[in-house]
């Protein structure tokens, strides 16, 4: 099956190199190309790619507003695309607000070719959040300079059984399937069953929300 990629990014340069990286690959292919975001959003429309590669900071329109718009889109608008987005700085505002919008993950623009291709690979198939552990930093970093909700997030952690509720304080800390089954002592296809519930109960596009809803709740903590 093919990826269908969208690029949105302000250096053309940039554009040019990844589109020709990602291009290169059997099962990518890249739809076009927006030198900001109002254009991406426009193209993505469009084009319905399965994910769009966001740079966070571009003028006209950031990447911020952007995902805004591709992951909650208008009445009569279904298309959603995954959002992987781009950035300079490892732990950046922009890319903590993209996650809880519901970006699928970020990645640092100066990562080796083998990981951007992973990365779109791991953001189309929804099963796994990229990057853990920066991730998990980032979301932490800022989870700290605001306090947990304790209102509807934390309501909402009701709906889960036991179960589902250390299922997804795993997926926060980083754990993958497979890590969970081990330490749950379950087969890995039930731990993508739980998973799957949780997102479903809490209305979550995928583990990078889970995550952020997860600090956010106070189900875990900064640190822990």
Same mark, same amino acid.
């Given at each position: 099956?093919?990826?269908?990629?969208?690029?949105?990014?302000?250096?053309?340069?940039?554009?040019?190199?990844?589109?020709?990286?990602?291009?290169?690959?059997?099962?990518?292919? /890249?739809?076009?190309?927006?030198?900001?975001?109002?254009?991406?959003?426009?193209?993505?429309?469009?084009?319905?790619?399965? /994910?769009?590669?966001?740079?966070v900071r571009m003028p006209e329109m950031d990447g911020l507003e952007a995902a805004r718009r591709l992951l909650s889109p208008p009445p009569g608008v279904t298309h959603r695309p995954r959002?992987?987005?781009?950035?300079?700085?490892?732990?950046?505002?922009?890319?903590?607000?993209?996650?809880?919008?519901?970006?699928?993950?970020?990645?640092?623009?100066?990562?080796?070719?083998?990981?951007?291709?992973?990365?779109?690979?791991?953001?189309?198939?929804?099963?796994?959040?990229?990057?853990?552990?920066?991730?998990?930093?980032?979301?932490?970093?800022?989870?700290?300079?605001?306090?947990?909700?304790?209102?509807?997030?934390?309501?909402?952690?009701?709906?889960?059984?036991?179960?589902?509720?250390? /299922?997804?304080?795993?997926?926060?800390?980083?754990?993958?399937?497979?890590?969970?089954?081990?330490?749950?002592?379950?087969?890995?296809?039930?731990?993508?069953?739980?998973?799957?519930? /949780?997102?479903?109960?809490?209305?979550?596009?995928?583990?990078?929300?889970?995550?952020?809803?997860?600090?956010?709740?106070?189900?875990?903590?900064?640190?822990?």
């Amino acid at each position: 099956m093919t990826t269908r990629v969208l690029i949105v990014d302000d250096q053309a340069m940039v554009r040019a190199g990844f589109a020709a990286l990602l291009a290169a690959q059997a099962d990518i292919d /890249v739809v076009g190309e927006a030198p900001d975001g109002a254009q991406g959003v426009e193209l993505s429309r469009r084009t319905r790619p399965d /994910v769009v590669l966001m740079d966070v900071r571009m003028p006209e329109m950031d990447g911020l507003e952007a995902a805004r718009r591709l992951l909650s889109p208008p009445p009569g608008v279904t298309h959603r695309p995954r959002v992987l987005m781009l950035t300079t700085f490892d732990v950046d505002d922009y890319v903590y607000e993209a996650l809880r919008a519901g970006a699928s993950g970020f990645l640092l623009k100066d990562a080796p070719p083998a990981d951007l291709i992973a990365a779109v690979r791991v953001v189309a198939s929804g099963d796994a959040l990229l990057a853990p552990s920066v991730t998990r930093r980032l979301i932490a970093d800022f989870a700290r300079q605001r306090p947990a909700t304790r209102g509807k997030p934390a309501l909402r952690l009701k709906a889960l059984t036991e179960r589902e509720t250390e /299922v997804l304080t795993l997926v926060a800390r980083g754990r993958s399937n497979t890590e969970i089954a081990q330490t749950l002592v379950l087969a890995e296809q039930t731990v993508k069953t739980h998973v799957s519930r /949780v997102l479903t109960k809490l209305d979550l596009r995928d583990r990078a929300q889970a995550v952020v809803f997860a600090y956010e709740s106070g189900l875990v903590a900064p640190g822990e």
